[in-house]
C-alpha cells in the first residue's frame, strides 16, 4: 500500500540569512527533513525548483491541499513558503509540521505557533541531524494521530470545518504525482538520447497546457539540453498563458530565440523582464550573451564599428547582472572574459578579478558545487594565466559536467581567449590543450595541428 505523501514547503538551493551565512536548503531536505518523514511512514514530496518561482501553478495547489502531510521550513523568511504555509492552514486543521534553523527571527503573526527549531554548522548544512531528526519523527507522528490542531485558523474559529476533499480526488492526485516522476525519469534517459526521444515524450503528453507544470519546464530543459531551440520556441507557444509568462520561461525563451538568430525579438523580452520585475543576474547574463553574439557576428563580418558598440553592450550586461547578485559568480566570470578580449583589454577587469574568485570561492565551500562552478574557476585560472590551478579546475570540470554542451560552450570562451592573445603574441600552449579537453568532453571533433 502506497504511504501518505508529505508535503515539503522550503527554498531551494542555496540561500543567505540575516547574519549572512549560506545554508544549504537541499542539504537540509536531503539530510534531514527527507528521512525523517520516510522514518515517520510517509513518502516525501518536494516542489521542483522550477514550480517555486514567479506564480504557484495548479500542482502547487494540489500538492499544497491534497497531501495529507506537510513540513515547512520558515528559515530566512521565504515569501513563497509564507504564502504556502497559508493555503495549507486554510484547508488542514493538523498535520503541518513547523521547522526552522536556530537564530531565525519569525514574524509576529507565526511566532506562537511551535516550530521545530534545527542547528546548522560553519558550512549552512544541518547539525546534530540525529536528534533533529528524532523530534521531527516524532512530531509526525503526533500528527498522524490528528489530536490536537495545528492551524491557527482551526483552533482559534469554532465550528470551521475543513473542505471536504473526495478520496477519489486524491487518489487522482497521487496517480499524477507518479506519472510527473516517471516522465521526469523518461526524460531524462531522453536527454542522453538525443531530441527525437525527447520528441517522443512530447508527443505522449498529448495538450501541453493541460500537463503537469513541472513535467512541461522539464520537456522544456530537456531540449535545451539537447540544443532544440525551435522546439524550444514552439513548446512555448503551447504552455499554458500563466506558465509561459513566468520568469524563468520567458529567460529561456530568450535564449532559445537568441540562438535561432532572432537577438532582437530576444533582447525585447529580456530588457521587458528587466524594467517589470527589475535587475537580475540571470536576465541579465542572458542579456549578455545576446550582445555577445552580436559582438561575434559583426566580427566575423569585418565590422569593427558595430563590434566595438557590441562588445561595449555586452560587458556593461555582464557587469550590470554581476551587481544585482554579487553571490552569481556567472555573469562576472563572462565579463571578465570579454574585458580580455576588448582592444585594448579594459583595466577594470583587475578589480573584479578577485572579487568573481571570492563568489565562486564562497559558493564552492558551502554548498555541492556543479559544472559551473568548477567552470567558472577555470576560465578565471586562464584569465590569470595560472596553469596549475587552471588544470586543477580543469580535472573538477570535466568530471562534474553534465551534458554536452556545458563543456562545449566553455571551450568556446577557452578559443576566444586562446585566439586574441596569440595576436598579441601571448602564446600559451597549455591553455590549448585544455580547449582540446573541454572539446572531447562535450564528444566535438578536434581538429589536427597541420591537417
Known sequence: MALPLCF????????PDANGLLIDFDAVYQQLIAPAIRDAQLDPLRADEEMSGGIIHKPMYERLVLCEYAVADLTTANANVFYELGIRHAV???????????????????????????????????????????????????????????????QLLDGLQPPDLARLQTDSFRDRVELSAQTKERLADARR?????????????????????????DLFLSYRAVKAWSDMATLAGKMSKPLSATVMVQEQLALALNRLGEGERAEQILLDLIRRRGPSSETYGILGRVYKDRWSSAVKSNKPALARGMIERAITAYVSGFEADWRDAYPGINALTLMELRDPPDPRRLEILPVVRYAVSRRTAASRPDYWDYATLLELEVLASAEDRAMAALGDALAAARENWEPETTANNIHLIIDVRERRNELQPWVKEIEDALLDRAHVTVPKTGT
Open 193 to 217: 538520447r538525443g531530441v527525437d526521444a525527447v520528441r517522443e515524450i512530447e508527443s505522449s503528453l498529448g495538450d501541453i497546457g493541460q500537463a503537469e507544470s513541472a513535467v512541461v519546464v
Open 8 to 15: 515539503v514547503l522550503m527554498p531551494f538551493g542555496t540561500k
Open 92 to 154: 488542514r486543521p493538523w498535520s503541518t509540521i513547523l521547522v526552522f534553523a536556530g537564530g531565525t527571527r519569525l514574524p509576529f503573526d507565526i511566532a506562537p505557533l511551535r516550530g521545530l527549531p534545527y542547528t546548522l554548522d560553519s558550512s549552512g548544512k544541518p547539525g546534530n541531524v540525529a536528534a533533529a531528526r528524532a523530534e521531527l519523527v516524532a512530531r509526525l507522528n503526533v500528527a498522524k494521530q490528528q489530536a490536537q490542531r495545528d492551524s491557527p485558523l482551526f
